[in-house]
């Protein structure tokens, strides 16, 4: 467990975390007024690919894009400032929670309409094979995604077109409220059905951070040497309520022993764990440094200017 690579994965999942905990805590004072579709329990998926992506790689996302963004390299006083609604978030203050774009480190956008950057990201996969680029697109989705036909549409276009497009899909069984067996066909396996459509298709316990890990390594050398699309079904649980800070499994739409069973697979909790006692130390100055980290964020967000009424057309393409 001595390795830098575990290092360096605990530091993302760990500063994931607090991230997700710190938007969670500041909520209520009312300074962010956008919703917040937060990722804790999730964090094993965005830090397993924050060690696999590159910087001219591009990734897209959806509603619940913090990590995604962050794993991309994003920077995070800039998506601090973009929920506070600031002149100097990603992006300018006019997206929000949901709508993170920054071209400067290839991430292309994230969208609140579910599975909308689908298509999106399949276009860029496109224009880097067009340009004769090395480089992969990754496209984030949750599993509610594939109940939209967009993504049929992006994935049969991506076989056909050979195209270097990696589908990221989070499975965390519910769609807001609504259970996977009420949506889907019981016992479909998505891997199965994506495959038949002519993409190949890997499945992973998205609560170990080194199995994502290699599973993300085995798709981007994949691409890479086939230079064909992959998809990626990642299991995982929310555990906090779909949108905003707080837990609701008071609202019982999710059976007690399912929580029960997926808290104690906790992604943190666990790898943290194999660390052994000489290694508690290496462990306090880098959760030191994070604190610092998002300390800074949210007190540079806090101090920023509001985007001024003069700005409100500028960046609109369309
Ligand atoms: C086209 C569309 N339909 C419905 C919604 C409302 N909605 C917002 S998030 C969401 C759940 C999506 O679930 P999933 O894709 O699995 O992602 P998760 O929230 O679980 O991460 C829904 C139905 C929407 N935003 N867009």
Not at 208 to 234: D, G, H, M, R, T
């Amino acid at each position: 467990m001595n390795s830098n690579l575990n290092f360096k994965l605990y530091y993302k999942m760990k500063l994931f975390r607090e991230v997700e905990l710190k938007i969670a805590m500041e909520y209520s004072s009312r300074k962010m007024r956008c919703p917040v579709h937060l990722s804790v329990g999730q964090e094993a998926v965005s830090a397993a690919f924050s060690q696999i992506v590159r910087k001219n790689d591009y990734a897209v996302s959806s509603h619940r894009p913090h990590l995604h963004y962050l794993g991309k390299g994003g920077n995070l006083k800039r998506m601090i400032s973009e929920i506070y609604g600031k002149k100097t978030g990603c992006s300018s203050g006019k997206g929000g929670s949901m709508h993170l774009i920054d071209t400067s480190v290839n991430f292309m956008g994230s969208s609140a309409i579910v599975a909308n950057s689908i298509p999106i990201g399949t276009g860029l996969a496109l224009s880097l094979k067009l340009k004769n680029k090395i480089n992969v697109s990754y496209i984030f989705f949750g599993e509610g995604a594939l109940e939209q036909g967009v993504f049929y549409e992006s994935v049969n276009f991506a076989a056909v077109k050979k195209i270097p497009a990696i589908f990221v899909c989070e499975n965390n069984l519910y769609s807001v409220y609504t259970s996977l067996k009420d949506r889907q066909p019981e016992k479909r396996k998505n891997s199965k059905m994506v495959e038949a459509i002519g993409i190949k298709s890997f499945t992973c316990n998205g609560n170990n951070v080194f199995e994502c890990y290699k599973i993300f390594n085995k798709a981007k050398q994949y691409v890479s040497k086939e230079k064909k699309p992959v998809f990626l079904e990642f299991f995982t649980y929310r555990h906090y309520e779909h949108c905003g800070p707080n837990k609701d499994d008071n609202l019982n739409y999710r059976p007690k022993n399912e929580i029960n069973s997926w808290l104690k697979k906790d992604p943190l909790k666990n790898f943290t764990n194999n660390f052994t006692n000489a290694h508690k130390q290496k462990i306090k100055i880098l959760d030191k440094e994070i604190q610092k980290k998002i300390k800074d964020a949210f007190e540079y967000a806090k101090k920023s200017p509001k985007p001024k009424l003069s700005d409100l057309r500028k960046d609109i393409y369309a």
